[in-house]
């Protein structure tokens, strides 16, 4: 199994401002993932977060708004660019060793955007 | 249609009960299956993959049925720390597809 951190843990921020979570895995991953759940709902998939080259984005997230980075394979951060409140959420990394492996949850970030 | 279907819920169900929860998916291509549970304000965590021989952990028991591809899981004998919500997860290539969640209430 991998243990996940996230920081922050929850953050309130300002409208036009940005906000950037970190995700450390405690070991190397092949894949890392980055999803956003609105309260009472499930999980969404932002993106696939790629070690050395762009993220893969799902529909109806784009780079510019989700910038994210991986520079290795235990790391990856994801910006939430000129936030709106339509952005309050909770921020979740994932990681999994493979492809169809088992995939393992950070604690979360909580965003609350005013 | 949605590639990944769970009723919703909620489930009240007594303690000691028996419960079971199903999940559809609509891709046959999928490779992995598993269920996870999700408490109030924390992160899903896996609760057991899902094979097609079945398993069985403890009270829980998964199965899978590929040919009508759906997923199911079985909890014997409820406690009131089971009371969460279940989210069925079918992974095909690259990605994972969560289902909606089934919130269980297990009542005293």
């Known amino acids: 199994s991998a243990v996940i951190s996230q920081k922050p843990s929850r953050d309130i921020c300002q409208r036009g401002t940005s906000l950037t979570i970190q995700c450390q895995v405690d070991s190397q991953v092949t894949m890392m993932f980055w999803y956003r759940q609105q309260p009472g709902q499930s999980l969404t998939l932002i993106a696939t977060?790629?070690?050395?080259?762009?993220?893969?984005?799902e529909s109806g997230f784009v780079i510019d708004k989700f910038p994210i980075s991986r520079p290795n394979l235990t790391f990856s951060t994801l910006t939430v660019s000129n936030m709106s409140p339509e952005d309050s959420s909770i921020y979740l990394c994932?990681?999994?060793?493979?492809?169809?492996?088992?995939?393992?949850f950070g604690p979360g970030t909580r965003l609350l955007v005013l | 249609r949605k590639e990944v279907e769970q009723d919703p819920g909620p489930f009240n169900v007594p303690e000691g009960a028996t419960v079971a929860f199903n999940c559809t998916y609509s891709?046959?291509?999928?490779?992995?299956f598993f269920w996870y549970r999700q408490d109030c304000r924390k992160e899903p965590k896996l609760l057991m993959s899902v094979y097609s021989s079945g398993n069985e952990d403890g009270r829980f028991t998964a199965q899978l049925n590929r040919a009508s591809q759906y997923i199911s899981l079985l909890i014997r004998d409820s406690k009131l720390s089971d009371s969460a919500t279940y989210l069925c997860v079918v992974s095909g290539t690259y990605k994972y597809i969560f289902g909606t969640g089934t919130r269980l209430k297990v009542l005293a």
């Open positions: 977060a790629n070690q050395g080259s762009e993220a893969t984005y």
């Open positions: 891709n046959s291509a999928s490779q992995s």
């Open positions: 994932s990681a999994a060793t493979g492809v169809a492996e088992t995939q393992y």
